[in-house]
């Protein structure tokens, strides 16, 4: 299966309330953290995928968590 990528935030409680309300919606989702840890996470991003089929679904309920 191909993983998509439908977005990234420093804030590991962003990456949480997306994640949690993807499940919500049925869709499965996995975070990689790209973040630099000898700089405290200064640097770089926590990142989260989709598969393909479920990117544009993905996209419009991260689109409706930042109305809310």
């Known amino acids: ?5 439908v977005f990234n935030s420093k ?3 962003e990456v949480t309330g997306i994640r949690n309300a993807l499940a919500e919606a ?3 989702s996995f975070a990689v953290d790209k ?5 405290a996470g200064a640097f ?3 990142q989260i995928f989709v598969e393909k089929e ?3 679904k993905a996209q419009a309920i ?3 968590y930042f109305e809310d």
């Open 35 to 39: 973040k630099d840890s000898s700089y």
């Open 62 to 64: 991260i689109e409706a």
């Open 26 to 28: 049925g869709i499965e």
């Open 44 to 46: 770089g991003d926590i």
């Open 11 to 13: 804030s590991d409680i």
């Open 1 to 5: 299966m191909m993983k998509e990528k």
């Open 54 to 56: 479920n990117k544009e």
